[in-house]
């Protein structure tokens, strides 16, 4: 007879409890030790969020200005940016995942102390009338879970942050261009209309000057 469970494998979000401020601010406070490195992190993060976008503007470049204009120096540099940018990216990310583990471990490290010298003043009834391994269970897991916060879901929440609010502001950039570039078509068209007029006149100038000499 094969017994079957009903125990869930997985964490219902709607279950957890509700994050506070003052929770929130608490975690926040260990990491004033670490603050070069957490301001190293939130500079790999903006940086990578920024440079992200050079592909596509160097596209954007190559399909409007260096192809159109036959500038084949241009088209050179923006390939090469295109392919330097995310080798800057990665390497960004390897620096920030380092410096995001660093801190993770080290406020693990502190959050451990801490607890085990609160563990260690309680009284012998708190310990005989608490469960069976939650004083040990709350020692390292729980700090655990801490710790798996700041280093992934932290970063991530500052990642996809700071990468929308790039692409909104490059696209806010981009429509704000477009609308004014209406009169640059206008402006070439007139440019165009008056050196073809000139060519002519200096074609016909040319035709009347020659028409005496060959009679």
Do not use: W
């Not at 940086?47 to 954007?60: E, Q, R, T, V």
């Not at 995310?86 to 080290?106: F, M, N, S």
């Not at 391994?133 to 700071?162: H, P």
């Amino acid at each position: 007879m094969v017994a079957v469970t009903t125990k869930r494998s997985h964490i219902d979000p709607r279950d957890l409890p509700e994050v506070q401020r003052a929770t929130l601010r608490r975690i926040l406070l260990y990491l004033r030790p670490y603050k070069t490195q957490t301001i190293l992190v939130v500079i790999a993060i903006v940086l990578g969020a920024l440079l992200g976008l050079l592909p596509p503007m160097c596209i954007k470049a190559i399909v409007d200005d260096a192809i159109p204009h036959h500038d084949r120096l241009e088209l050179i540099e923006l390939c090469l940016a295109m392919v330097a940018g995310p080798l800057v990216v990665g390497l960004l990310g390897v620096a920030q995942r380092y410096l995001a583990a660093y801190i993770a471990e080290h406020v693990m490290f502190d959050l451990r102390n801490q607890v085990f010298r609160h563990v260690q003043k309680q009284s012998l009834t708190y310990f005989m009338t608490s469960r069976p391994g939650e004083v040990v269970s709350r020692v390292l897991n729980d700090v655990q879970g801490v710790g798996q916060m700041l280093q992934d879901n932290l970063v991530k929440l500052l990642q996809n942050a700071m990468i929308v609010t790039t692409a909104v502001g490059v696209g806010v950039t981009e429509c704000r261009d477009r609308r004014r570039q209406p009169a640059r078509p206008a402006a070439r068209c007139e440019r165009r209309k008056a050196s073809e007029a000139a060519a002519r006149k200096a074609r016909a100038t040319k035709g009347s000057a020659a028409g005496p000499t060959r009679s």
